[in-house]
């Protein structure tokens, strides 16, 4: 009784649009990798060539934030100079040079009978994209699925609608510019919130899957509404663990990296767990590297004992900081770490610090997060870092895509399977 | 308004098993491989020791179902027989010695900062099977999910429901023998309807994927409802197609085989396309050896200028028959075939029947299918037949499983990252 009446208009124009990105799937998934990297190249070109509007339309948004008072943060992810946005042109042609994954060959096997089978990866389909102010997000989510061969509806925020339209038009144009469907890029033209509820619900079976990128109340939303299914991780509650057996000097530097490199990105250290046999030595000497760096420590009893901190709730275990704040937990040993990892973790992101190599593969075998390093630093939870060239998001769902999700990841495959006539018996 | 009444007892219960299914995961998860095999080498051994207690609860379902007067068919699916439950035993057998793919380590890389990486094999988690009348499905799938490192819960039909609850008990009991926690494997102890319905929601995030074993009512049922994956096939609407390069004999031997074989199976041809090049001189050919073999056939109107037969309506294309009916169309040449399976295909399983390896390729590079074959039976298309051992179903859903659904592709993967201190600049 409480749903909205519907808008039927708006249903229209959005299930016109996902057919059309339907229809076209077939000619970016066909076409050969050169056209698609000729596109990519065009794409960049376009946006260069289109500077000039594409940065008077994100001036026009940036206004609009100013008028209505968004915060100076907002307003630096929403704005786009010069410089910035050769950078995103600059990415465009960085995916134009990643290797094509279309029609690569996973593994191949010949049968008894003779049949010989081939698994070939073959484009995801349809993608749908809903971000938030970051202009930039269009065009590196739009080349990226089309590196993959995938089509693509990009679904901007109201805030950046201005710029996204704009840098939606170079996309296309470098798409026709290729020879390759206008509409392989759709861009949502409507502010409408409505649209990105009818995206969620798959616009008619026209999208195969959805991505997320932005703050954690978008991706919420995303998951929780979504009736197709969703690339993303809602947070990174990663952990860096010391172990008894570990270096004092790789604990002290793993752990600052960890957490203070950058405070705001998803592999940031959020909880630090330390065994109880070394507390008493190295964590007032991490403590300080810490404090020294700015960062805020919340213990537990036993972490306060030995070093002087702010108290930890129960909610700090489950606390997503994104900021320059660290809880930090005293465990009995290895299994009480993977313990608490498993009650309060994110099962996105986790690290070991140890010179004992039993313990290091019992906790990469064990601890069941997208991403467990042993002796490294959690901020390596990236795309461009595992060599992937670009990554539109961190998955940590089950299904199908995993950790960095980038043009690999936004493939599906098909069995090619030939033989010489056999039939079954 | 409509909505029922919620059965908060049931779903207290239901939330209940999904909890205890998801506790036992890392059990298994984390048991060695020889530990998963002993529980199926235990579970197969128990089905052979319980075999009197099966055979009467199945008997108990079976007098029923005759008291309800099922068809024979339906009451030949419910059925087990001392040979049917040692096939069963055996089969349990045959899954224990498939290779486990857990741990298996799936590809490695090197980065310039020395920082080593691997994809690794681990356990989807939690699998909801949903299936009708066949009781061996418990034991089959059960297995395999085991197999893969998975957790299971299994709701079968209420016309199976004694038969299912002693197979059930013979489950959880080796997996006891093996020391695995006997929750890993849940048989829902209810017939209600509404607990498809809570499995179908995902049980509070306890199940992380549905495989629906049964009719297509069932399938479409829980497609349309899940909320969490679903590795299926709603319909396999699988082509034949004879090119003009096709080898006469291959042609004839192929469409047979792929329509008569079996045509209850899903890998059954249900339509014939073949060149108009070809038409007149094959096409009576392989009618005659069809109609022989005891099949029917329906023809758009230049087959039936050729041959006689049944006028095929639009209905027709779009039909699984999953009998011996046949759907023939001529076709102007490999595009035109290729369209045809585009607009009406279910993207499960196609032939192609041609000497010419340019257009084999073609077609096994651009049709969009799960499997595609290039002079072989459609009736391939069977996880056996690909080597994977066993299956528990094929799916033609674009997401994680594609095609034949084995142990490995009940696994999901993460990565283990090595290091000697690596902080991310």
Redesign the interface.
């Known amino acids: ?1 409480n749903a909205p009446a519907p808008n039927l208009a708006l249903e229209a124009q959005m299930l016109d649009l996902g057919a059309r990105a339907r229809a076209a799937a ?1 000619s970016v ?2 076409a050969s990798p050169a056209t698609r990297t000729a596109a990519l190249t065009a794409i960049a070109k376009r946006l260069r060539e289109n500077a000039a509007e594409i940065l008077a339309a994100n001036a026009e948004d940036v206004a609009r934030g100013k008028a209505e008072n968004m915060t100076a943060a907002f307003l630096d992810r929403l704005t786009l100079t010069p410089e910035r946005l050769e950078d995103v042109a600059r990415a465009v042609d960085e995916t134009a040079a990643l290797p094509d994954p279309i ?1 690569a060959v996973i593994e191949t ?1 010949t ?1 008894p009978n003779g ?1 010989k ?1 081939e698994r070939v990866r ?1 484009p ?2 349809v993608i749908g994209v809903i971000f938030e102010s970051r202009p930039n997000v269009a065009a590196d989510a739009g080349a990226l699925c089309l590196r993959a061969g995938n089509t693509v509806i990009l679904r901007g925020g109201t805030d950046s609608a201005k710029s996204v339209a704009v840098i939606g038009r170079a996309l296309r144009a470098g798409l026709a510019d290729a020879g390759l469907p206008e509409d392989a890029i759709q861009i949502v033209p409507t502010t409408d919130r409505a649209a990105v509820g009818l995206m969620l619900r798959g616009l008619g079976g026209a999208i ?2 959805i991505v997320p990128r932005g703050g954690k109340s978008l991706v919420a939303r995303v998951q929780d509404e979504a ?1 197709v ?1 969703v690339f993303a991780h809602l947070e990174g509650i990663c952990h860096t663990y010391v172990h008894a057996g570990a ?1 004092p ?2 604990a002290i ?2 752990t ?2 960890g957490k203070m ?1 950058r405070v705001g990105v998803c592999g940031s250290t959020e909880t630090l767990l330390i065994d109880r046999a070394v507390a008493p030595t190295l964590l007032p000497q991490i403590a300080a590297k810490l404090t020294e760096a700015g960062c805020e420590l919340r213990g537990d009893a036993e972490a306060r004992a030995i070093t002087a901190m702010v108290e930890a709730t129960e909610d700090d275990w489950r606390t997503e900081y994104l900021a320059p704040i660290l809880s930090v937990r005293v465990v009995a040993n290895i299994d009480d770490a993977m313990a608490h990892i ?1 009650t309060y973790g994110s099962s996105h992101t986790e690290t070991i610090i140890t010179e004992d190599a039993a313990a ?1 593969e019992k906790f ?3 601890v ?10 959690t ?2 939870a ?1 795309g461009g ?3 992937f060239g670009g990554e539109i998001g961190i998955a940590t769902g ?3 895509a ?2 960095p999700v980038g043009a690999e990841q936004l493939t ?13 018996p």
């Open positions: 009784m077939a998934r066909d029609g096997w049968r049949l089978f073959t995801l389909g195969d899957v009736r299914p270096d000097a790789k530097a793993l600052l990296n490199r498993a290091a990469l075998a064990n069941d997060s997208a991403i467990v390093l042993h002796n490294a630093s901020q390596y990236d870092e595992f060599g089950r299904m199908h995993r950790g599906t495959f098909k069995y090619k399977v030939r033989g010489n006539g056999q039939t079954r």
